[in-house]
Nanobody
Framework: QVQLVESGGGLVQAGGSLRLSCAAS????????MGWFRQVPGKEREFVAT????????YYADSVEGRFTISRDNAKNTVYLQMNSLKPDDTAVYYC?????????????????????WGQGTQVTVSS
């Protein structure tokens, strides 16, 4: 079972930037798509971004398109989320997760149910 550890969250003013990291254990990191999701209290966990195992394709939620960038370094077993032009609505706990399959195209959909092995989350707070 892979273990995922997120870091990089914090408090930032609106318009600022943060870079989240997610370090994965194990030897199969490069075989799976990875995703970032976020959740606020009382709401369902929502898709933010996902990246293919090879790192050459990614998809984003409309709400973050053009502001956030997902990337990965398979040599370091790490996936990143660069967040720019942050807004108060971006405030949430951010989670990384590994797709449940090592092939196919469902990773691009970003459905929460298709991702397993969740990290513990990192809090991002954007003040206005």
């Amino acid at each position: 079972q892979v273990q995922l550890v997120e870091s990089g969250g914090g408090l930032v003013q609106a318009g600022g930037s943060l870079r989240l990291s997610c370090a994965a254990s194990g030897r199969t990191f490069s075989s799976y798509a990875m995703g970032w999701f976020r959740q606020v209290p009382g709401k369902e966990r929502e898709f933010v971004a996902t990246i293919k195992w090879s790192g050459d394709s990614a998809y984003y939620a409309d709400s973050v398109e053009g502001r956030f960038t997902i990337s990965r370094d398979n040599a370091k077993n790490t996936v990143y989320l660069q967040m720019n032009s942050l807004k108060p609505d971006d405030t949430a706990v951010y989670y990384c997760a590994r797709h449940i399959r090592s092939s196919g195209s469902s990773w691009a959909v970003g459905a929460v149910a298709d991702f397993g092995s969740w990290g513990q989350g990192t809090q991002v707070t954007v003040s206005s």
